[in-house]
């Protein structure tokens, strides 16, 4: 799930995103809470099924290869000059911290 802060985009990427899409799909509330409170069509059974089986066959894939555990990205929505890379760590707060020091490193 992407997230915005102060003009900086945060997302999942790797392992945890497919972890995410697992928990999301395994988490009945998830889709009243993304559509609001309408009441849910049978598909959407389906959908939370073919989500969990695609979370898994990717998890499988995966977590086997060193460069699938990325943790999060972060990334500013608009580019400053200089700056060459984008912020990366295990935890939301580490990817900003780690997308500061970058942008920081391109200001000098």
Do not use: N
């Amino acid at each position: 799930m992407r997230t915005t802060v102060d003009g900086v985009d945060v997302y999942a990427t790797g392992v945890l995103s497919d972890l995410q899409v697992i928990g999301r799909s395994l988490d009945p509330t998830w889709p009243l809470r993304y559509r609001g409170t309408t009441p849910l069509p049978r598909a959407t059974r389906g959908w939370r099924r073919q989500a969990f089986c695609w979370g898994l066959r990717r998890l499988r894939v995966s977590w086997r290869r060193p460069k699938a555990w990325h943790g999060y990205h972060a990334e500013p929505l608009v580019l400053p000059p200089g700056l060459r890379r984008i912020g990366s760590g295990w935890t939301r707060r580490r990817a900003l911290r780690s997308l500061a020091r970058y942008t920081a490193e391109a200001a000098r």
